[in-house]
């Protein structure tokens, strides 16, 4: 594992965040960077709202403002992040070019007034995009403070589909690639149900207001299309830059389970991945559960190397319906956390509280009060000063030997309407996750057709949608020794939406061992009794179901009414793996009995034992291995480290055998 | 009484369901056939939503698999309710003449990519819809499997209104034709309220979106206009059917209780009614209890003749949030309290379950599973041979003694906004419906014109719109000797949604002996106490008001307050009969125990005795008499037959004085 | 303080109601008239909803019915307030001209077919509005009925908003007179924040759909335009009847704190403020509670002048869900509520209870049953018989030592979206008027501009919108002697929504003696104990933040975590006055303990101490005073009237030391 810095001229923690210098007079510029100064800060994302203040037409382009900021900032020591400017066109190009505005399925025009306005498949937006990105890429391809390239911003955030004249062109391309033939799309949608066969592309539309239940293969097409089509203007993007600046690494900033957009295809084709971290800090949200599984999931998705976490918020947001501020100690808690889990940078949206627009009370790090008297400022002064000492740990990563699925057609597919019963893709995902962080587990998302060999335990929750390539990628890492959870309602249909013949769980049918005849699924109230063995009784909620065993043995049954005595978990012994299935839905604590019986079996550990709501995980690279600890509780832990010591890197204490943490306090341990 | 079959060819229970062979390889339709012999299916539903397959363009039609279909069954033995596929109109229609989509009140445009998405009043859709009925009519008019028409496909399910150019055209010829003169049409809708007079018919649209309540009669012509908008599309086809095919009975499948079609008008234009039941089977839900309304309406609205339950589902839907299934024995029981209420055929939604579309886990006779290890064919099968063993109970009818009063004018005018408080007229009518489903007593229902001379007792729920003629013939029914009973909010407008002026109940006053001053609506969590005679109190809400008697005798009064002694509940005899007044509304418990008493006074009976949760019911055909015994209980019961005996037809087996039925069993008894 | 009629013929109490004869054919009209008289009506309003009636097309008026009836109405000595007719265009006009037709942001156009379709800036609406004010207005110039002019009706009651190219056009020309250059709009904008800056003023346009928040200064610009597009509409006609008959009083009926209507602004322009008061009779609504808010707003928007009750029910309205009757009592109680408050009017809506159209449930003076046996016409006249008794109290005020602060601005800039929690102020505002409402002091509403010097304590909820010199005149009532108590997110944007720099409150920071560095808002069951002094423990709620005190003082602390002993409730010592705070949100009862205090410091008291739900109010003129009690009781009440003494006016009898109230029961003293 080579220990490989984000940016070629860092091997620091990045810090900053957003600077919108456009908002201000620039005397007020000259106390940023003073203030940056002192906060520790190495970088800002500079621009990204920009483009309005860059080109007042299509001919005329305003640089100097941006280039004072430039010189400023890399004069002060502060390197760039240069956005391309392109997430909010401004007014005048969708006053003159209409076909920039996004349209809704109800054919609602998306105007200009808040941002992100555009439609995807817009030819305007597209074209002043690219000439923008031009522009930008070549004034600054040599300015000293550019270190990376920050595209667009939050694709997807609020705008998810278009059904404009453009849109519909486009996603006709889209499915003429995809299918070849319209036969092939008539096959695959199954346009022979309801009379809805295509004699003419031309006939086919994108998925606008219809009396009920769409095709479902034409909205799950439509899911892809849309993401695929986000992502070809994030690529015309990046192609420019690398032609201009082909050692200057991009991104752009992910929003983590974001539904729209398929992380997987997105994290290909960046440098490197970053994301946007705002779990809800009011009491009972478990905002640290939510943002490790951010945290999780987009350093999964570019395996080997560390991620950015672009913004956070120092205190509170501002579009929630009560937007609670997160308590002294909370941000410095919630910032190591990132780097504990595998990120090299921490930055916030944004560097100073706006005192206008929408998002003006939304925290900063110098907040509306004066940035000298502000407890804010100074926890983010203090947190600059310890990310300093953090260096050594950039471009260490973690190792995993659990993971989970997660896939985005399975998502999409399993979340349009008229299912037997409505699931959650999300929250199945995430009660497995949860049990991972909270027993200190170091777990991997992945996709189907992953290589699993390095892991010892892969869980695949609802994978409703399963190629058959990925199921036998699935099968043959159990045959060579893996084993694999699956949960209820997967393998249900392949790449089209149509259902697999023969028995679910379609191709996985012979993988577990089993085959499932009907399923019966449970009123919100309702609840069923599992049996455990002989002992334990769990309780399961949302779904049970007639599973027929061929070569697996039950360890549940079901107890009542006409699955009385029926499995509801299995395991199959295959090859020199095992493939087990849960054939129904437990609560969190019923599923902790059974994970923590399955994890002794296959001997899976936390790198330490700690107390409740103390957060463990373990950054390597070739030489070295950093223990972090992270204590969530609101009280002092005494962590017993047993053969453990090493160097505490924030305090460059020596630590032996045991260490006292504070309340909401972090250690970081270059063990010995 | 006579005894005829609904379908010329045929004395037995029809058995079978819907079928979609142009969704599957021809390889499966000899499988198909097979597998129907093996269920003892009779007769299909054939090429409900096939118009895409069957015609490609304006010229271009398809018949030939169509034929090779009908051949394969009627070589089989199985029949063919042959549809005229006119429910879903295929894309090439829709995007070649747009005028085929429906628009809504705000404008916007329902496309094609689910079904349904025509305009009753599109000229295009009318002329082409035309030309396939006149093409399939033609082509099938000899063919031996065909025996019944299946016009279109659940009228009115998902659009329930059109706002489009063509549809106003339409509205305002309906409405010329309705009132001759705009000076009829301004003094009806009382458009000299908020400045709303017309001078032109071109200034009369349909109610669109507006900034605050539309014209109550307005909307109400709307919902007649609309109603018969379609009724007008169905009539376009059978009078093509029936000059083709003169002889083939036609019908059109009914949704029970939908607001948007005044079935009764319907009735009238087709050969006999069926209708699709889909009660949730989610414990708690009661779907015995909606089911047996929806057979009582179906076979109510054409009186004489039995009826066909044209679709239901044998193990779930697809269209709840949670779709609960059918546990084992509750889909023959559903089925036979079909023909235990009337019914001559029971059919499914549909053959083959899907896998693609929109409907893919919408339960079927066949579904995923293969059939032969399937528990829902078993059950298909075992109930095709039960129904086979019915044949003879085919044409006979039930008799009822009670009716209650359903009309469909009354419900839409009631059901508008901006009225004393919020009524739901179908929950209204089914608390009735329950009493008399409960005690095992049968019920039709009627319109308020309808000849009730044969009934002991008439119930009107909430008859909020009544006209004098219909009034008069409620009059006349009291007089000659018959029980009428009256709820709240009947009698307060004509025709045109105007008050009746004098005091309420309008032209009912004189009937019920009493005028009504003034209303109390209560809050939703309001209650009151009512004493019946010195006796019981009763608890009433929703509502109280001042009655003032003018001949009516209090049977229960109110206790508190302003009310305190007014009646609550009266009686009025009139000529020989009596006509009773129920001012306020009782819950379930309540209103039993006065129904109770008046049933008994009025000396109805149940056919039979028996344990709770046991439905009752007697067939009847000019010589023989059925006895059907449902037990709806999860346990067995022993039923005392008293006098009765006879042949139980399932078992073949001589009855005498009591009969044990199993946990949702049924037994059928000729009696002797 | 002169006595001065509302109206320059009449020193009655006025007393009727709204009156369409349009609906009616004239025979009714002769027997309405009788029955006005029996009633003691003095005056109706006339010919609201009259246009479609009075012009059939651009150039034919038909006026002689209209004639027929003032002549009717003047012959039967009662008055006339006259409607200029102009609040439903007639339907030819909106299919000839269809820019009168509002369009929503969705782009949805509000079609004819019920009431005040208009858009505001609607050249075509504006020029037949005008001409059909002057054509009414030379008409009835010198008919003796004629007494005030009824403009328009209920303004903004239903469409908030219009978006159509005529909206478009208006709210650019309002902006560019706001603004005077594009620049300063830019700047009051925000517009670099999301690249939203215009070069053009074409590229401005009213809030539309928009994928997220919209620009807030837009949003708060574009209601402010809409008050004023409606607003110059009302001056349009108002300038037109000046110029006819400059003697007459024009009125509009607003609708107490109707959001879209700054009426601040409204009452500058018309003679005589007056309301349309529906409180919801139901039990536990608190009516009483809603209605004398409405009082008390509509008094003191035109300081000095009593107003009218324009519209209100006698019995139950018809667009609630559920609509509760008044009982028996309760509609005398209420309309004398109204005269104890300010009003020299009581009308209703409306004489005679329609019997089509959307309003044929709402109650009326005469309602549908027959007016001689109607307990609602009973207490209608007798309640006429009782004004006539009150006529000298016409013209007398009330004074007020206690005012609290209603600003439009500041409730728009609030209520938008992206804030720290989700604020409602006007329920804000509320909480304070009903401690002093339930207390019997008598309370003012005021802008933050107003001279306070004749008030002892000023009350401002949540004013989060204040401009500097509204700030400074707050100080410099404190300064000479007031007290002002502030409450939380008061103070903290400009006119413009910007933040005001440097802590907040703003420019209250001097004036409080304290300034806030951060908010902790809380979570909707999140509770916080707050402590009085050494003292009482307070439940605070929504709200908590990190007070600085700089000269203030503590009078309450937080008790809990991070607050723990911060302050929560201060006082500051300025001048000769004082200024409190309040940084939290404390329930009802909590509040009253505090407030309890505070005016007891400041020697503020009611009238008359009496038992719980007695009201009490004082009118006065130059020369005598006018005690009013009101028993909201349903049990008598003794009340002690200390050394009070005079005459009471409903009974004329001499009161002296005490006196007994009926439930419900009134009481008029003139005191000695």
């Known amino acids: 594992m080579p220990s490989k810095p984000l940016l070629a001229k860092t091997s620091q923690i990045l810090y900053g965040g957003d600077y919108n210098p456009e908002q201000w007079p620039e005397s007020v510029w000259e106390e940023d960077v003073r203030l940056m100064r002192r906060a520790g800060v190495n970088l800002v994302s500079l621009g990204i709202f920009s483009w309005a203040k860059l080109q007042s037409d299509e001919n005329t382009f305003t640089f100097e403002w941006l280039d004072r900021g430039m010189d400023l900032l890399v004069k002060n020591g502060i390197w760039v992040d240069l956005a391309t400017a392109t997430a909010s066109p401004p007014p005048w190009l969708s006053v003159r070019y209409p076909d920039v505005l996004a349209i809704d399925a109800d054919g609602r025009t998306y105007y200009h007034g808040s941002r992100q306005h555009y439609s995807p498949s817009s030819p305007s937006y597209r074209k002043f995009a690219a000439l923008l990105v031009e522009k930008i890429a070549s004034r600054y391809a040599k300015h000293p403070a550019l270190v990376a390239w920050h595209i667009n911003n939050e694709y997807a ?52 207001k219809t009396p009920t239940f769409v095709n479902p293969c034409q909205q799950l097409d439509f899911q892809r299309f849309f993401s695929d089509a986000l992502l070809e203007l994030c690529k015309m993007e990046r192609d420019i830059l690398r032609r201009i600046t082909p050692d200057i690494p991009v991104t752009t900033n992910f929003m983590s389970f974001l539904k729209p957009l398929n992380y997987w295809d997105w994290a290909k084709e960046i440098d490197f ?71 090299d940078g921490v930055l916030f949206f944004q560097w100073r509280q706006s005192i206008r627009g929408a998002e003006k009370f939304h925290g900063a790090m110098v907040q509306h009060a004066p ?16 990310l300093k000492k953090l260096g050594q740990v950039t471009g260490s990563l973690i190792r995993s030997r659990v993971a989970v699925i997660v896939d985005w057609h399975a998502w999409w597919a399993l979340e349009m309407p008229s299912k037997p019963t409505e699931f959650n893709y999300q929250s199945s995902v995430a009660q497995f996750h949860r049990y991972f962080y909270e027993n200190n587990i170091a777990v991997d998302f992945v996709t189907p057709d992953t290589n699993l060999s390095s892991y010892a335990l892969v869980v695949a929750p609802t994978l409703y949608l399963l190629q058959e390539k990925d199921a036998q990628n699935l099968d043959a890492y159990v045959r060579k020794g893996g084993a694999i959870l699956v949960t209820c309602f997967s393998g249900i249909v392949d790449r089209d939406d149509n259902v697999l013949p023969g028995g679910y769980p379609g191709y996985l049918t012979k993988t577990l061992g089993l085959w499932v005849e009907e399923w019966f699924p449970l009123g919100l109230d309702e609840k069923r009794i599992v049996q455990f063995g002989k002992g334990k009784k769990l309780s399961a909620r949302k779904w049970s179901e007639v599973v027929h065993l061929e070569g697996a043995k039950a360890l549940a049954t079901f107890q009542e009414g006409y699955l009385k005595g029926r499995a509801a978990l299995t395991r199959n012994s295959l090859g020199k793996g095992e493939a087990l299935y849960l054939a129904t839905e437990l609560n969190t604590k019923d599923l902790s009995y059974f994970l923590d019986a399955l994890i002794r079996d296959i001997d899976i550990k936390a790198p330490l034992s700690v107390p409740t709501k103390v957060e463990v995980t373990l950054r390597e690279n070739g030489k070295k291995r950093f223990l972090f600890l992270l204590n969530h509780n609101k009280k002092p832990v005494r962590i017993d480290l047993k053969k453990n010591s090493g160097l505490e890197l924030l305090t460059h204490k020596k630590i032996k055998r045991q260490i006292q943490l504070p309340a909401l306090g972090v250690a970081v341990i270059e063990l010995d």
């Not at 003429?176 to 319209?182: A, D, V």
């Not at 579009?319 to 190591?336: C, D, E, F, H, I």
Request: with cysteine; aromatic share 12%.
């Open 157 to 208: 955030c609020h705008v998810h589909n278009c059904h404009g004249p453009a849109s519909t062109e486009a996603f006709r391309a889209w499915l003429q690639k995809r299918y070849g033939s319209l036969e092939a799309l008539n096959n695959a949608w199954g346009t022979a149900f309801w009379s809805q066969h295509y004699y003419d592309w031309s006939e086919v539309f994108t998925p606008r």
């Open 273 to 343: 991945t970053s994301w946007d971290s705002y779990p809800d800090p009011l009491p009972g949200q478990r905002g640290d559960l939510v943002a490790s599984m951010g945290h999780d999931l987009t350093r999964s998705l570019k395996p080997g190397r560390p991620f950015v976490l672009m913004e956070q918020c120092t205190s509170h947001v501002n579009w929630r319906p009560v937007n609670a501020t997160k308590p002294p100690g909370s941000m410095r808690l919630y910032s190591l956390q990132a780097v504990a889990r595998g990120g």
């Open 371 to 386: 940035a000298e008297k502000s407890r804010v400022f100074q926890e983010v002064c203090a947190l600059g000063a310890e």
